[in-house]
T-cell receptor, first 109, second 111 residues
Framework: DAKTTQPPSMDCAEGRAANLPCNHSTISGNEYVYWYRQIHSQGPQYIIHGLKNNETNEMASLIITEDRKSSTLILPHATLRDTAVYYCIVKRYGNKLVFGAGTILRVKS | SQTIHQWPATLVQPVGSPLSLECTVEGTSNPNLYWYRQAAGRGLQLLFYSVGIGQISSEVPQNLSASRPQDRQFILSSKKLLLSDSGFYLC??????????FGPGTRLLVL
């Protein structure tokens, strides 16, 4: 599975959009981009995933560039409860999840 | 809807003592089941996964073992705990190779 690169930490003002980038320049055509988050002392929570097209659900939007070498997770109106570690994972269908260090998102009032 | 349970939530055990952590899934059949460990300040590491009763695959050599006595039950065990076994243990499930969903975790401290 392709490796991902994420910034170690980011800050966001409460109520504003949080845009979390992920670089996956070696992604191959059959690999999906998954996003999970882990709030302190809890299990990881699935957020969203996509292959080529942009995706949106009740939690977030996932924007994948046309060349698929990078993506952005967007939390449209961040709240204090969105403070967590966000993991971007690239994986082929059938392979296991491999978690990296992720991005620590701090939402501040 | 499906739910996943883990217990205990927190455990403090002396070095050399045995361990048994349990994970159960409700609301689905024939799930794939996974055990992960997260050491303090570190990422998640896959320890074991199971695609069916009695079928266990180990991802890393270690002091732990896993068993799946029933379709929706996954157990993580050790005969003698080491200090390095301390961490946050997470169980997860999915169907086929679709999205994995995680349980609340068990925090283990070995003293």
């Amino acid at each position: 599975d392709a490796k991902t690169t994420q910034p170690p930490s980011m800050d966001c003002a409460e109520g504003r959009a949080a845009n979390l980038p992920c670089n996956h320049s070696t992604i191959s055509g059959n690999e999906y981009v998954y996003w999970y988050r882990q709030i302190h002392s809890q299990g990881p929570q699935y957020i969203i995933h996509g292959l080529k097209n942009n995706e949106t659900n009740e939690m977030a939007s996932l924007i994948i560039t046309e060349d698929r070498k990078s993506s952005t997770l967007i939390l449209p109106h961040a709240t204090l409860r969105d403070t967590a570690v966000y993991y971007c994972i690239v994986k082929r269908y059938g392979n296991k999840l491999v978690f990296g260090a992720g991005t620590i998102l701090r939402v501040k009032s | 809807s499906q739910t996943i349970h883990q217990w205990p939530a927190t455990l403090v055990q002396p070095v050399g003592s045995p361990l048994s952590l349990e994970c159960t899934v409700e609301g689905t059949s024939n799930p794939n089941l996974y055990w992960y460990r997260q050491a303090a300040g570190r990422g998640l590491q896959l320890l074991f996964y199971s695609v069916g009763i009695g079928q266990i695959s180990s991802e890393v050599p270690q002091n732990l073992s896993a068993s799946r006595p029933q379709d929706r039950q996954f157990i993580l065990s050790s005969k003698k705990l080491l200090l390095s076994d301390s961490g946050f243990y997470l169980c997860a499930w999915n169907l086929w190779e679709e999205t994995q969903y995680f349980g609340p975790g068990t925090r283990l401290l070995v003293l």
